[in-house]
């Protein structure tokens, strides 16, 4: 795993998961307060299998990759500035730039959000917390006495 952004602890948060936002009663990610045209990094290996430039979240990518203990999780990266195109790319290779696009937005972040197998917009339970999945240590489970 690869953290989405460099400095990932110590880059100030916006909206956090879960909290009320401007435009709704449930944030279904974290922002990330980075200035414009920072680099994004891909946190494992992933297929890109949406990318374009929508109303509300502007230029956003849907990441697709799979993770011991959570199975596929389909990743959003939204507000870019710019973005790779559908495709295959390994961890740690640049799948886009920040920004401030779309209409939910106001000022440079990163906006990023993990959902189990696919996105169901109205299924906030079935969206995980990018803190929680960020700082999960996939060590060996100790067995035994
Ligand atoms: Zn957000």
């Given amino acids: ?7 990932w602890k110590k880059i100030k ?7 009320k936002t401007f435009y709704s ?8 307060l980075v200035p414009v045209r ?10 890109i299998t949406r990318a374009g430039d929508f109303l509300e979240g502007g230029k956003t990518i849907h990441a697709v990759f799979s993770v011991r ?17 559908i495709g295959k790319y390994g961890e740690g290779v640049i799948i886009g730039y920040t920004g401030n696009t779309g209409k939910l937005t106001r000022g440079p972040h990163l906006h990023i959000d993990l959902s189990r197998g696919k996105v169901m917009l109205k299924n906030f339970l079935n969206f995980i917390d990018p803190e929680i ?3 999960f240590k996939r060590t060996s489970p100790k067995v035994g006495p």
Wanted: aromatic share 24%; with cysteine; glycine share 10%.
């Fill in 1 to 7: 795993m690869r953290y989405p952004l460099k400095n």
């Fill in 13 to 19: 948060r916006g909206y956090k998961f879960g909290e």
């Fill in 25 to 32: 009663s449930f944030h279904l990610g974290t922002d990330y």
């Fill in 38 to 47: 920072t680099p994004v990094y891909a946190p494992y290996s992933c297929e």
């Fill in 69 to 85: 203990g959570y199975g596929r999780v389909v990743a959003r990266f939204m507000h870019l500035s710019e973005y790779a195109a």
């Fill in 133 to 135: 999945f960020f700082a």
